[in-house]
């Protein structure tokens, strides 16, 4: 088959380009011809609110160019105007609610917008698939078809390498966004004691505020961007993963840690629900709760023995998110499209 894969990001730590480079690897290593519209061969204007409406514009008629595709594949609503344009049956990936992710980073009046602009992408699809059961189940409610194939990640591929830089190691790692929960990690790095180490991982709109913290604090670490391989380097050698997210999908950060062997403490939001069985494969606690976040922080911290339950759990509960299984899933909707 030929496929064209549209979307904003196909590099870097975000979920959505961790997503699109996993799937291009794996349709690449079953003799698939893939090609790519993202910010990467694009013009993006890297300004918060202007980052998406440029590659819409510029995706759109780079879209005019390319030549006939049997499927044409699009990852989240921003890549859906590239995606009508582009000739081949057309599958549109969603990665969270749009509308309400826009809401949350923009304000009402943009939310607004983007919410018409919502149901004519969904309409110009052919098929339609989430990464999370939330998802599914929330676009599913206005009548449209929505298959569930979660987010993934190549075990194999995976660094043995572990990275521990400091003792009793905490490692956030991603997006440093509102929607990321960056206002509720900042007040546990505030009141984080001296003897727990917190390593931040990630670039984002308030990589200034992280930056300010860590250099009011010594056991407060922003290390900015790093490569996927010393990302996964620094979860592996870390005791602990937390993720604080207001709303989340399928996080690739989770999966991960999952398969790395790291404890997680993650938000009970979206797709971390999905991801985690609390108590067994990790530690949900309710969103914009510092206070509840340090003190699970704490007592895991000093539970060697449940630690390491919970991360021989997530061992095997991680198999069924690897590229293997999930890949087959799309490959399934592409041969029901063109057959």
């Not at 088959?1 to 690897?25: C, D, N, R, Y």
């Amino acid at each position: 088959m030929k496929i064209l894969l549209i979307s904003p990001t196909e590099e870097g730590i975000g979920g959505i380009a961790q997503h699109v480079s996993g799937l291009s690897k794996f349709l690449t290593s079953h003799n698939h011809k893939v090609d790519t519209i993202s910010s990467k061969n694009t013009f993006t204007i890297p300004i918060k609110g202007l980052r998406n409406p440029s590659f819409m514009l510029s995706s759109f008629l780079k879209s005019r160019t390319v030549k006939e595709h049997d499927i044409v594949h699009a990852h989240n609503i921003p890549a859906a105007l590239a995606m009508k344009k582009a000739v081949g049956k057309k599958v549109l990936s969603l990665h969270g609610i749009y509308s309400q992710q826009i809401t949350e980073l923009h304000g009402k009046i943009y939310s607004n917008i983007s919410k018409n602009y919502e149901e004519k992408a969904l309409n110009w699809a052919d098929s339609i698939t989430a990464v999370s059961k939330e998802v599914c189940e929330y676009y599913s409610k206005f009548g449209f078809n929505v298959r569930y194939i979660p987010n993934a990640v190549n075990l194999d591929s995976f660094p043995k390498k572990s990275i521990k830089k400091f003792q009793n190691q905490i490692i956030y790692a991603g997006r440093l966004s509102k929607e990321k929960g960056m206002d509720t990690l900042l007040e546990v790095a505030e009141n984080l004691p001296a003897k727990y180490n917190l390593v931040i991982v990630g670039v984002g709109p308030v990589e200034e505020k992280v930056r300010k913290v860590a250099k009011s604090k010594t056991n407060i670490h922003y290390l900015g961007y790093q490569s996927k391989e010393n990302t996964i380097s620094l979860i592996r050698g870390s005791d602990l993963l937390v993720q604080p997210s207001i709303m989340e999908g399928t996080s690739s950060t989770l999966l991960e840690a999952m398969g790395c062997g790291t404890c997680i403490i993650a938000s009970n939001v979206g797709g971390n629900t999905e991801i985690l069985d609390n108590d067994k494969t990790g530690i949900l606690i309710e969103t914009n709760n510092a206070e509840k976040l340090l003190n699970k922080i704490s007592d895991l911290l000093t539970d060697t023995q449940r630690r390491s339950m919970i991360a021989a759990e997530c061992l095997k509960a991680v198999l069924k998110y690897d590229w293997k299984q999930v890949g087959k899933l799309y490959l399934d909707t592409y041969d029901d499209l063109l057959h």
